[in-house]
């Protein structure tokens, strides 16, 4: 049972070029969230959508990032003109339901590194 | 959500068992208890949950007292591969945003051979 897949495991951009995050949920799953922790700090809630929809994007930074999740492939985290301090590890996580019972199941997480 | 407090860090004998605690004092009825560990590098990995009783699967036993207002963690025989940063979360049951857990600083379990 494939676990979340996430690639690439880790992403170097120059100041001012575009990052893109890729994550595959597990199978069955159609809830997708991200997650974003800061070099020595904790996990942050970023987005949660399901397929088409976004329903929470109110952890994520209102200018240059962006996220979807299309009805065929994975969803995606996209950053645009990325700066030094976008870099961090990227987490995605997907579960079968949207209730608290549910676990959300990470993937490993992309590192991006912005030089 | 309901803050959680756990010590920042423990240490356990290979082979022994390893208790973590938690204390959520703040908890409400309809919260669940979450633990999560991350392996350096790594993604968080969901260990296991529980609203009122106590709970055990392959990987731990959760057990969660009467009152609700703290937890133990539980894993029965540590190896070495068990050294990580372990995460005590409250989870809303009901109403939005029951998926954004807040993750805190955490207890770093480190087993020692």
């Known amino acids: 049972n494939a676990g979340v897949m996430q690639n690439p495991r880790h992403l170097v951009r120059r100041r001012g070029q575009e990052a893109r995050l890729r994550c595959s949920p597990m199978?069955?799953?159609?809830?997708v969230y991200w997650y974003r922790q800061l070099p020595e700090e904790g996990l942050k809630f970023m987005v949660y959508?399901?397929?088409?929809?976004?329903?929470?994007e109110s952890g994520m930074p209102k200018e240059r990032f962006s996220a979807e999740f299309p009805k065929e492939g994975p969803s995606i985290l996209r950053i645009q003109q990325v700066v030094r301090g976008d870099s961090a590890a990227y987490f995605c996580?997907?579960?079968?339901?949207?209730?608290?019972?549910?676990?959300?199941?990470f993937g490993n997480g992309t590192r991006l590194t912005v030089t | 959500d309901a803050k959680t407090t756990q010590p920042p860090s423990m240490d356990c004998a290979e082979g022994r068992a390893a208790n973590l605690p938690c204390n959520h004092s703040?908890?409400?009825?309809?919260?669940?208890v979450y633990w999560y560990r991350q392996i350096h590098s790594q993604g968080p990995q969901y260990i296991i949950h529980?609203?009122?009783n106590n709970e055990t699967n392959e990987m731990a036993s959760l057990i969660i007292t009467e009152d609700r207002k703290s937890s133990t963690l539980i894993l029965p025989h540590a190896t070495l591969r068990d050294t990580a940063v372990y995460y005590c979360?409250?989870?809303?049951?009901?109403?939005?945003?029951?998926?954004?857990?807040?993750f805190g600083k955490g207890t770093l379990l480190t087993v020692n051979p």
């Open positions: 996580a997907s579960s079968s339901q949207d209730r608290a019972s549910s676990p959300l199941h």
């Open positions: 199978k069955g799953h159609s809830h």
């Open positions: 959508l399901q397929k088409e929809n976004i329903i929470d």
């Open positions: 703040t908890i409400s009825g309809n919260e669940y």
């Open positions: 529980g609203l009122k």
């Open positions: 979360i409250v989870r809303k049951n009901s109403g939005g945003s029951n998926y954004k857990l807040t």
